[in-house]
């Protein structure tokens, strides 16, 4: 019998939850144990790494390492576990980035009677549900995960936020709950139309559907919605700059970097994968809303003077890209997608937790309250202005790749679009550097209240080191990341029944392309 890699990864996170909740009141341990299972846990995705087949395993399956085994038969749910390379890439993200937050977040709550207990916890906790959402090919599976996930998410906002945190953690809550709730309707419809009994749900069943049109159109707008609340995209997206202002730094980079990316994975796997017909015909309206996204995003980042909210609405942007790649329906633009996916988890990170440590030593978020912060803190400032640099898509750093694989793919099939798109990333390098001149350049700041402020300690360099990292490494070398995305890229390709479009070759007598696949 094969190991259960994937169930391992699941339960680890949660035996380490329940281990720091159960440690005696006052424990030292809390923090170290904390890291050390969050740390196990990325050792084991790591061996579970170099079990998965790059194009394939032996049969051709799309999904390796899965697990299934039958939970409520009446209904054919399953316990159904596998990967891809997008959902492997997505696991392994949030299983780097946990360990980052807890080293990150080591001093943000006193350890005053449990609060401490209660934090760490939930993050193991968060991390164990990010697995099983990425994780699950079974379609009533996922929807338990995406809505179990908001559970340890509302909490970590709710008690441990900032001094609105009610306000952010019920709104989070509200709009995932009614994007949910649409989404399970949509659920229950598609296993009425699949083939009930044993393994109803299981999401290889579930393919291909012989839907008829107006139904396969209104399920698929039962998933899309959910998941363009979860993306966040625009109209649905208010919830996320309240969310991500109130959250501590932490929370923030696994709620923006991790968990919103369910959105754009849902729509790969889930909308593309069940309803091709559909997807094909609302990508008009949804390519119309990833640009009004993206532009959208930007103009409110650089309006902002709160650097949490600025940095949120950059990531609205950024998800109108995303979005852009994943329906502009070229192998080349959904390829950028996902590997998007993966550098805006990085970018956030860096930009989030830098921030954390500005707002620390400052006392506030406002961009007004710095200026000439480089002389204050210069290896902070440094950290801000490379974590802003990748964000922008320099040349060099992660995004850079990302971003040009989806204006490129966009522009072979909508030359208009691609153009309209690569506007947005002048607006990048506008929010960007205007951010960090306001923090960072002008005279150094007197007065007692920057005296005697210390630069970046130990600790949080062992924050920003592998976060830089991963900015250099995928900026200078994404291919391996690509060779683990493309095979999948490809498979969803093929499942919406879209090809690549040819270049075409004047003759002089008459234009012509081989393969146009169903242009829009």
Request: glycine share 12%; aromatic share 10%; hydrophobic share 55%.
């Amino acid at each position: 019998m094969n190991f259960p890699w994937l169930t391992t990864l699941l339960v680890l996170p949660l035996v380490g939850a329940l281990v720091v909740s159960l440690l005696p009141k006052g424990s030292t341990l809390v923090r170290p144990v904390s890291l050390g299972v969050a740390l196990l846990t990325l050792a084991v995705g790591i061996g579970a790494a170099t079990q998965y087949q790059i194009g394939g395993g032996s049969g051709g399956e799309q999904f390796q390492l899965t697990e299934v085994y039958s939970w409520i038969p009446q209904f054919g749910v399953s316990y159904a576990l596998g990967v891809d390379g997008i959902s492997l890439s997505m696991i392994l993200l949030g299983l780097v980035l946990v360990p980052i937050c807890i080293v990150a977040a080591w001093d943000d709550v006193p350890a005053v009677g449990r609060r401490q207990h209660a934090y760490f916890a939930l993050m193991l906790a968060l991390s164990s549900m990010m697995i099983g959402v990425f994780a699950a090919i079974d379609v009533f599976l996922f929807y338990v995960f995406f809505e179990a996930m908001l559970i340890p998410v509302y909490f970590l906002i709710g008690v441990f936020g900032g001094t609105r945190r009610a306000k952010a953690a019920t709104t989070f809550l509200l709009y995932s709950l009614v994007g949910g709730l649409i989404m399970l309707v949509a659920v229950i419809g598609v296993y009425l139309a699949g083939p009930r009994g044993t393994d109803g749900f299981l999401l290889s069943n579930l393919t291909g559907l012989d839907l008829s049109v107006e139904a396969g159109r209104w399920l698929f707008l039962g998933f899309f919605i959910a998941f363009a609340i979860k993306a966040p995209m625009w109209p649905v997206h208010t919830w996320l700059p309240l969310a991500a202002e109130q959250a501590r730094p932490a929370t923030s980079v696994l709620l923006v970097g991790v968990l919103d990316k369910v959105g754009t994975y849902g729509m790969i796997r889930f909308c593309l994968a069940l309803f091709p017909e559909a997807s094909q015909w609302a990508t008009p309206v949804i390519l119309a809303l990833a640009l009004v996204s993206l532009f959208v995003g930007a103009f409110l980042a650089i309006g902002q003077t709160d650097m949490l909210r600025l940095i949120s609405y950059t990531s609205i942007s950024h998800f109108g890209f995303i979005v852009l790649g994943i329906f502009a329906f070229t192998t080349i633009s959904q390829t950028g997608a996902t590997l998007y996916m993966v550098n805006h988890g990085f970018t956030t990170a860096g930009l989030f937790l830098v921030a954390g440590m500005l707002i620390m030593r400052r006392g506030s978020r406002d961009l007004r309250d710095f200026g000439g912060w480089q002389r204050v803190t210069p290896l902070v400032a440094g950290a801000l202005l490379v974590s802003g640099l990748s964000g922008l898509a320099l040349p060099g750093l992660n995004s850079f790749v990302s971003e040009f694989l989806v204006i490129v793919g966009t522009f072979g099939r909508h030359p208009w679009l691609g153009v309209i798109a690569a506007l947005g990333v002048i607006l990048a390098a506008v929010y960007i550097l205007v951010m960090y001149q306001k923090v960072a350049t002008g005279p150094r700041p007197e007065g007692a209240e920057v005296e005697g402020i210390p630069d970046m300690s130990g600790r949080e360099k062992w924050v920003v080191a592998p976060i830089i990292a991963a900015f250099l490494v995928l900026g200078f070398y994404p291919q391996p990341v690509l060779d683990l995305l493309q095979p999948a890229v490809e498979q969803s390709m093929q499942t919406v029944g879209i090809t690549d479009v040819s270049p075409t070759v004047d003759t002089g007598l008459a234009t012509t392309s081989d393969s146009e696949g169903s242009d829009h």
